[in-house]
């Protein structure tokens, strides 16, 4: 948590530094947002800023840790939450302008294993997922405790009944694309993911997708924060829920609402 709100301690430097003379007028927003949206929100950033606006500044992280730190009082313009929890828990402190909570995408979850070693599993009730990560090969995924991605997870694998036969074995990352990246590395025979990281990835393959009732909706709540400062962070906001922001999302893999 400390080195998290260092982090976020020197994005605000930054801004400051961004409304010196010398660079842009407008102090541009800080956005908080769910490591799965890295590819998509930068994005999205660029063709915000293409339109002659600041470039929002972008602090990527688990949406657990990224609540924390709006709780405990870190400044930021807009928070981009991988679950409605969390954005709930933001909520329930108060600390998200009324009327600006809106859930505008949504995702899928999938098993993967490395592009170099691709698994052939089929994703169903008992399925012999512990069998698939042979004698020590340990299941990687965000920490089903408290990320999103995780929870998402664990969930699936409950509903499919194969939870307490993995749950031993489970890889616990600090966020989805922590989970992604020992996958990659061939550090894990298998791990679960959402589908847009797995998509943003040539080092993976996708063996197969969770079915959409074994977890709750995976849906992403946007919110201006309380602690908003920046003239653009609205016109931000509104231009993430417009049609051209939404077909960005819709590019790299997510379902637009």
């Known amino acids: 948590m400390t080195r998290l709100i260092g982090r976020l301690l020197a994005l605000v430097a930054l801004l400051g530094a961004a409304c010196s003379p010398a660079a842009?007028?407008?102090?541009?927003?800080?956005?908080?947002?769910?490591?799965?949206?890295?590819e998509s929100l930068t994005a999205a950033a660029a063709a915000w800023s293409a339109k002659g606006h600041a470039r929002p500044v972008l602090s990527f992280a688990a949406s657990s840790a990224l609540a924390r730190q709006i709780g405990s009082g870190a400044p930021a313009d807009l928070f981009i939450s991988a679950d409605e929890p969390w954005m709930d828990d933001v909520a329930k402190k108060g600390l998200i302008r009324p009327g600006t909570r809106v859930s505008f995408l949504r995702n899928r979850l999938v098993l993967i294993a490395p592009a170099a070693r691709p698994v052939k599993l089929a994703i169903r009730p008992g399925f012999p997922l512990a069998s698939a990560l042979g004698s020590q090969g340990r299941l990687t995924m965000a920490d089903p405790d408290a990320v999103p991605a995780g929870k998402y997870g664990k969930a699936a694998l409950?509903?499919?009944?194969?939870?307490a036969s993995v749950e031993p074995r489970v890889a616990r990352a600090e966020n989805v694309r922590a989970a992604l990246a020992l996958v990659e590395r061939g550090?894990?025979?298998?791990?679960?993911?959402?589908e847009t990281d797995a998509r943003a990835s040539r080092a993976v393959a996708i063996v197969g997708a969770f079915p959409a009732d074994s977890h709750p909706p995976i849906t992403?709540?946007?919110?201006?924060?309380?602690?908003?400062s920046s003239p653009d962070a609205e016109g931000f906001r509104r231009f993430l829920?417009?049609?051209?922001?939404?077909?960005i999302f819709a590019r790299y893999g997510f379902v637009a609402k």
């Open 241 to 247: 829920l417009s049609r051209q922001g939404r077909a």
């Open 220 to 228: 992403y709540p946007l919110a201006l924060l309380k602690t908003a």
């Open 187 to 194: 550090e894990a025979p298998l791990g679960i993911v959402y």
């Open 158 to 163: 409950t509903r499919l009944g194969v939870w």
């Open 24 to 38: 842009a007028e407008v102090k541009p927003p800080l956005v908080l947002a769910a490591a799965s949206l890295q």
